[in-house]
């Protein structure tokens, strides 16, 4: 909000209040969504390591993620891809929800303890518009409940935009024909009146579905109170998406909403924007097999760029960063085939000063290629000062415990024995399962094969499956 580099304090040590805006399941995710998550990921585990308690809350936007021209149509993403793929919208976020929890595994991220999905929380969405209606914050105008920017004089502030300056057609968001019934051209649909849309609730207001920002205030105060401590999101929803949170929220409780943000800036690949008509947006597990990397190269090249500012993923950076986690697991095991005593008080020396010095690069504003810095420094010095079995041994720890918070090394295990004809069998069940709808037990399936090593992975020719690990 200040734009200033400060301190951290939870409101209420040792426990921290999350929210990282999650994904939209309409599509696949491609890397560059990821950079936002990992952001959050590492936050958690910078605070972890610091003895603070953190709570994850990453909302799944399964309904009502609409831009202004998609409400004029009656239509949101999700629904356009249930008609577009002939599946039902359900069926649509569990397919795109699944790879997504998928590429999130193989990217190291930690579970949020909360995946609250939009379509499983409406009735607490209508419950906080009827709050703002009774406030006078919002309205009904024609076929929707709008939000009145002009009653919340902090509108804005996030983005540092004026309420004055905000005019019709800015953005690309509302056109002269969209503002009809509108107070103010900036106005914000809570909720949408469309008795034929696919996926619709029954609402004081008639049968329709919330608007996508409301959603996220609805979520966060529910599951982690009235203020938390930290919210993020990539660049692009700063406006209007986390500048109508913050209004819907602080409307309602008279509370600042969250009292610091993090937002990833925008993601490059080998120097150009990713976009559908470049054919660049490329999948995760596509990515990484075309480059014959594993996928934490691919976290390790994105979190080695500063989260404020622009970055660029190219092929090289990540090439690169496969190679710095082969050189940092060859340390180890040289490391732990130390014999000997050799002499503690150098490299004991060295090793307090990694711990410290990593330490407090990621304290400050998360500067991972400066914690990844000492680590190649403590790898130099001690392949020079050639230590024994004990310092080995330390060191070991030492970067164990760094790994713990940037989460680079593949967890080794055993490949499973595999028998085609089986998996072949379970994949036919689980899509009998998910023909009758009963997504729970094709789920458990799905879990129950990845934890044997086994990925499934749908696409529009069916599902196929490959070993991993």
Same mark, same amino acid.
């Given at each position: 909000?200040?734009?200033?580099?400060? &301190?951290?304090?939870?409101?209420?040590?040792?426990? =921290?209040?999350?929210?990282?805006?999650? @994904?939209?399941?309409?599509?696949?995710?491609?890397?560059?969504?990821?950079?936002?998550?990992?952001?959050?990921?590492?936050?958690?585990?910078?605070?972890?390591?610091?003895?603070?308690?953190?709570?994850?809350?990453?909302?799944?936007?399964?309904?009502?993620?609409?831009?202004?021209?998609?409400?004029?149509?009656? *239509?949101?993403?999700?629904?356009?891809?249930? &008609?577009?793929?002939?599946? +039902? @919208?359900? $069926?649509?976020?569990?397919?795109?929800?699944?790879?997504?929890?998928?590429?999130?595994?193989?990217?190291?991220?930690?579970?949020?303890?909360?995946?609250?999905?939009?379509?499983?929380?409406?009735?607490?969405?209508?419950?906080?518009?009827?709050?703002?209606?009774?406030?006078?914050? /919002?309205?009904?105008?024609?076929?929707?409940?709008?939000?009145?920017?002009?009653?919340?004089?902090?509108?804005?502030?996030?983005?540092?935009?004026?309420?004055?300056?905000?005019?019709?057609?800015?953005?690309?968001?509302?056109?002269?024909?969209?503002?009809?019934?509108?107070?103010?051209?900036?106005?914000?649909?809570?909720?949408?009146?469309?008795?034929?849309?696919?996926?619709?609730?029954?609402?004081?207001?008639? $049968?329709?579905?919330?608007?996508?920002?409301?959603? #996220?205030?609805?979520? /966060?105060?529910?599951?982690?109170?009235? +203020?938390?401590?930290?919210?993020?999101?990539?660049?692009?929803? =700063?406006? @209007?998406?986390?500048?109508?949170?913050?209004?819907?929220?602080?409307?309602?409780?008279?509370?600042?909403?969250?009292?610091?943000?993090?937002?990833?800036?925008?993601?490059?690949?080998?120097?150009?924007?990713?976009?559908?008509?470049?054919?660049?947006?490329?999948?995760?597990?596509?990515? =990484?097999?075309?480059?014959?990397?594993?996928?934490?190269?691919?976290?390790?090249?994105?979190?080695?760029?500063?989260?404020?500012?622009?970055?660029?993923?190219?092929?090289?950076?990540? =090439?690169?960063?496969?190679?710095?986690?082969?050189?940092?697991?060859?340390?180890?095991?040289?490391?732990?085939?130390?014999?000997?005593?050799?002499?503690?008080?150098?490299?004991?020396?060295?090793?307090?000063?990694?711990?410290?010095?990593?330490?407090?690069?990621? #304290?400050?504003?998360?500067?991972?290629?400066?914690?990844?810095?000492?680590?190649?420094?403590?790898?130099?010095?001690?392949?020079?000062?050639?230590?024994?079995? *004990? /310092?080995?041994?330390?060191?070991? /720890?030492?970067?164990?415990?760094?790994?713990?918070?940037?989460?680079?090394?593949?967890?080794?295990?055993?490949?499973?024995?595999?028998?085609?004809?089986?998996?072949?069998?379970?994949?036919?069940?689980?899509? *009998?399962?998910?023909?009758?709808?009963?997504?729970?037990?094709?789920?458990?399936?799905?879990?129950?094969?990845?934890?044997?090593?086994?990925?499934?992975?749908?696409?529009?020719?069916? +599902?196929?499956?490959?070993?991993?690990?």
């Amino acid at each position: 909000m200040t734009r200033e580099l400060e &301190r951290f304090e939870p409101l209420a040590p040792p426990r =921290v209040t999350m929210y990282n805006c999650g @994904p939209t399941v309409y599509s696949y995710a491609h890397v560059g969504n990821f950079r936002s998550f990992l952001l959050g990921d590492l936050v958690r585990r910078v605070l972890a390591d610091q003895g603070l308690a953190v709570t994850q809350v990453m909302n799944i936007t399964d309904v009502g993620h609409l831009t202004e021209d998609d409400l004029d149509r009656g *239509e949101d993403k999700l629904a356009k891809a249930a &008609r577009a793929e002939r599946r +039902t @919208p359900a $069926q649509v976020a569990e397919l795109y929800m699944g790879a997504f929890f998928e590429d999130l595994d193989a990217l190291g991220m930690l579970r949020a303890h909360h995946y609250p999905r939009a379509s499983e929380h409406v009735q607490l969405m209508i419950e906080h518009i009827a709050r703002l209606m009774d406030a006078g914050y /919002a309205y009904l105008s024609g076929d929707a409940v709008l939000f009145d920017v002009s009653r919340f004089e902090r509108y804005g502030a996030l983005s540092r935009k004026r309420l004055e300056d905000l005019r019709a057609g800015s953005g690309g968001r509302v056109s002269e024909e969209q503002i009809a019934g509108k107070r103010n051209p900036q106005d914000f649909r809570l909720w949408k009146i469309d008795e034929s849309h696919l996926m619709k609730w029954d609402s004081p207001w008639g $049968q329709g579905y919330p608007g996508w920002h409301i959603e #996220c205030s609805a979520m /966060a105060t529910h599951y982690l109170g009235e +203020t938390i401590d930290i919210h993020t999101g990539g660049e692009d929803n =700063v406006f @209007p998406h986390h500048e109508s949170e913050i209004a819907q929220a602080e409307a309602v409780t008279g509370k600042p909403f969250a009292r610091f943000w993090l937002h990833a800036q925008h993601l490059m690949i080998n120097g150009q924007k990713m976009s559908k008509s470049l054919g660049n947006t490329y999948r995760l597990g596509r990515y =990484v097999e075309d480059l014959g990397v594993h996928p934490l190269a691919v976290r390790l090249a994105i979190l080695s760029m500063h989260h404020g500012k622009q970055g660029n993923l190219s092929d090289e950076s990540v =090439v690169a960063a496969q190679e710095t986690i082969g050189r940092v697991q060859n340390f180890i095991r040289r490391m732990q085939g130390l014999t000997g005593e050799g002499g503690m008080d150098a490299t004991g020396a060295r090793i307090a000063a990694f711990e410290k010095g990593w330490r407090e690069a990621l #304290c400050d504003d998360l500067n991972v290629s400066a914690a990844m810095a000492e680590l190649h420094g403590l790898m130099t010095d001690l392949n020079r000062l050639q230590p024994g079995a *004990e /310092a080995g041994r330390d060191a070991v /720890a030492a970067v164990h415990r760094v790994d713990a918070v940037l989460g680079l090394l593949p967890v080794e295990r055993e490949r499973p024995t595999i028998d085609p004809g089986e998996i072949d069998r379970l994949v036919a069940l689980r899509a *009998e399962l998910r023909s009758q709808r009963r997504f729970a037990d094709a789920d458990k399936v799905r879990e129950d094969l990845k934890a044997r090593g086994i990925l499934l992975e749908d696409g529009p020719r069916g +599902t196929t499956w490959r070993v991993v690990g």
